[in-house]
T-cell receptor, first 110, second 114 residues
Framework: GQNIDQPTEMTATEGAIVQINCTYQTSGFNGLFWYQQHAGEAPTFLSYNVLDGLEEKGRFSSFLSRSKGYSYLLLKELQMKDSASYLCAAYNNAGNMLTFGGGTRLMVKP | KAGVTQTPRYLIKTRGQQVTLSCSPISGHRSVSWYQQTPGQGLQFLFEYFSETQRNKGNFPGRFSGRQFSNSRSEMNVSTLELGDSALYLC?????????????FGPGTRLLVL
């Protein structure tokens, strides 16, 4: 079966750092995507991790541990516009299929 | 390069009707996947097409079907609509089906079934 868990909601302060965790149990796992989705809009790609370790891209970084079935998205220097839902998704290359977690709604407060 | 486009953006139907949604992938992309997003279930995979062939299908009833044309454009059809089919339907395209390929999402079609 496929199971992906992430917190439902998080709140952080502008300028701070926040870490959004994601744990997964999926078959045929080939990588972990993170998407950002603002209300009423389509998900937009943030990162894709295939190998263990941390990948940094500007204010956003993503980490993967395949042995632990764990990933996190790290957002630094939070801005108000970072208020959105963050979706982690496991990629299954058997069918080019993404299995999504429920999403974490992040609220950034002044 | 134009992004993924979906039409229509909004749709209101009544129970029992059928609906067809369209998705045009990014130019050059041959894989199109469809997802249903609802507040309760989140984003769920419907099916994926590559070179006009359905390669994978999610856990949805047979009322949900799709197809892909030779120009990679894809349509999905939902017959005998139910209230629970009200959702945002997203399609995503990628160049190929390789694991490293990012899937790019369209703006979605918001379907309301009354």
């Amino acid at each position: 079966g496929q199971n992906i868990d992430q917190p439902t909601e998080m709140t952080a302060t502008e300028g701070a750092i926040v870490q959004i965790n994601c744990t997964y149990q999926t078959s045929g796992f080939n990588g972990l995507f993170w998407y950002q989705q603002h209300a009423g809009e389509a998900p937009t790609f943030l990162s894709y991790n295939v190998l263990d370790g941390l990948e940094e891209k500007g204010r956003f970084s993503s980490f993967l541990s395949r042995s632990k079935g764990y990933s996190y998205l790290l957002l630094k220097e939070l801005q108000m516009k970072d208020s959105a839902s963050y979706l982690c998704a496991a990629y299954n290359n058997a069918g080019n299929m993404l299995t999504f977690g429920g999403g974490t709604r992040l609220m950034v407060k002044p | 390069k134009a992004g993924v486009t979906q039409t229509p953006r909004y749709l209101i139907k009544t129970r029992g009707q059928q609906v067809t949604l369209s998705c045009s992938p990014i130019s050059g992309h041959r894989s199109v996947s469809w997802y249903q997003q609802t507040p309760g279930q989140g984003l769920q995979f419907l099916f994926e097409y590559f070179s006009e062939t359905q390669r994978n299908k999610g856990n949805f009833p047979g009322r949900f079907s799709g197809r892909q044309f030779s120009n990679s454009r894809s349509e999905m059809n939902v017959s005998t609509l139910e209230l629970g089919d009200s959702a945002l339907y997203l399609c995503a395209s990628s160049f190929s089906t390789a694991a490293k390929e990012t899937q790019y999402f369209g703006p979605g079609t918001r379907l309301l079934v009354l």
